[in-house]
């Protein structure tokens, strides 16, 4: 007898759920549906690369082009072990809504390369890299699809993939990929931009269910680039972060984690393994601690029918894509729990990559205060949207996002017509 576990479902599959829902409340025609549930374009190549030993080795390179409507496509790059195609366009068709609910002028993508970059060098890194992007120079690029930083993957991976790219053109393309280096065209703001607006819209939703932050107890799940800046911003909110964790396990420290101790830690030991300023948990136990938010910043499928029965948070606000499963959200919202869904909850870091395109085709940079607020300014007012939405048609904010950006992808589509 085989058992299905939660993981073993369909990434892409649950993430269609989420989409029916909302395009049921639309009424959207059946052929605009099929529309929206088929990938533009899904690439698979190989990337063979030679290790520092002088072996050669071949890694599976994936780019899915979800969806062009608003604009080019736009979507990060993911180096994980557990990368294939189904999660990959599952990525691309988050992309595509992500952009639309925060108004961008942009279509969805996400790509990825199937490795661990823990166990491979600085130099196979590059390898791996330069091969990644000259398999792609033509169908990426300012106007075509524009890939930026994901799960694995940094600033200095960006600066490489800029480079292959503009030696192929022969010219230089900073406006070919976003989250690069501020001093080869990236923008101020970008790192921390996700995990800024993960912040910013928990304490404006705070703010509305009469939440202080000086009560606040939050618990961050993951601690890579996007969890230990929001963690960092609740902190300096008044909030007290009680639990965090990363691949090591789970912290908890009822009185406050001392955040900036435990980000120097986790930089100077590449983890948090062996962090003694809170109490050692495993990581499922980490989610089910009592908070009054819970922002999983991880991967997808943490939030489950097995434990979200067990959850015991007030809100949840979404940093990583896909971190509830259809039928955890289905129990959430029969508790009460309050989700702000991760196409608007992660929106930061995509809306900040709009700037740097912005920024890289006008050779004119900003300050980081203006790019700040700018963020604050784009991510707010659609918030407001779609709460207004969430109320109007009494629905969840998740579905009141669906609908937002689901609408505003058919009228660009109906506008433009369909090519057919
Ligand atoms: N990988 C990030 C995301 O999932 C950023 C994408 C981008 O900036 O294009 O939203």
Redesign the pocket.
């Known amino acids: 007898m085989t058992t299905t576990t939660v993981r073993d479902v369909s990434v892409f599959g649950d993430a269609m759920a989420y989409f029916e829902e909302a395009a049921s409340l639309l009424n959207l025609e059946l052929g605009i549906r099929a529309l929206l549930t088929h990938p533009s374009r899904q690439i698979i190549f190989a990337i063979p690369f030679q290790r520092d030993n002088g072996s050669l080795e071949v890694y599976t390179g994936y780019r899915v082009q979800y969806n062009f409507a608003r604009g080019p496509a736009?979507?990060?790059i993911r180096y994980h072990p557990g990368v294939t195609l189904d999660e990959v366009t599952a990525?691309a068709f988050w992309?595509t809504w992500?952009c639309a609910v925060v108004d961008l002028p942009f279509g969805g993508a996400k790509g990825g390369v199937t490795c661990d970059p823990g166990n491979l060098s600085p130099g196979e890194l590059e390898r791996i890299t330069r091969r990644y992007a000259a398999e792609l120079v033509e169908v990426v690029g300012p106007d075509k699809d524009?890939?930026?930083?994901?799960v694995g993957t940094t600033p200095q991976i960006m600066a490489w993939f800029m480079d292959t790219y503009s030696m192929h053109m022969r010219t230089s393309v900073p406006g070919v990929v976003?989250?690069k280096p501020v001093e080869i065209g990236g923008s101020a703001g970008r790192v921390e931009a996700?995990g800024r607006g993960v912040s910013l819209l928990a304490f404006e939703e705070m703010r509305h269910l009469g939440i202080a932050p000086g009560d606040a107890r939050v618990v961050v799940q993951g601690f890579g680039n996007v969890g230990s800046v929001a963690a960092k911003m609740f902190a300096a909110g008044g909030c007290k972060v009680i639990g965090i964790s990363d691949i090591s396990g789970g912290y908890v420290n009822r009185n406050g984690i001392d955040v900036a101790g435990a980000t120097a830690y986790a930089q100077e030991h590449h983890s948090l393994k062996g962090y003694r300023g809170g109490e050692h948990v495993s990581n499922e136990d980490l989610l089910e601690v009592e908070c009054d938010v819970l922002v999983p910043a991880a991967l997808e499928k943490v939030l489950t029918v097995e434990n979200a029965e067990r959850i015991r948070a007030k809100l949840i606000v979404e940093a990583a894509?896909g971190p509830t499963t259809p039928e955890a959200d289905h129990i959430l919202q029969r508790k009460g729990t309050v989700i702000v869904p991760d196409i608007i909850g992660?929106?930061g870091?995509?809306i900040v990559?709009y700037f740097e395109w912005v920024q890289d085709r006008q050779g004119y940079f900003w300050r980081e205060s203006e790019v700040n607020e700018r963020l604050e300014d784009l991510l707010l007012t659609n918030f407001r949207r779609v709460r207004e939405v969430a109320l109007a048609r009494k629905v969840p904010y998740r579905t009141a996002a669906y609908v937002v950006a689901i609408e505003r992808v058919v009228r660009s589509m109906k506008m433009r017509g369909v090519y057919a």
Request: hydrophobic share 30%.
């Open positions: 736009k979507g990060g990525l992309m992500k524009v890939p930026a930083p994901d976003t989250g996700t894509n992660n929106a870091g995509v990559s």
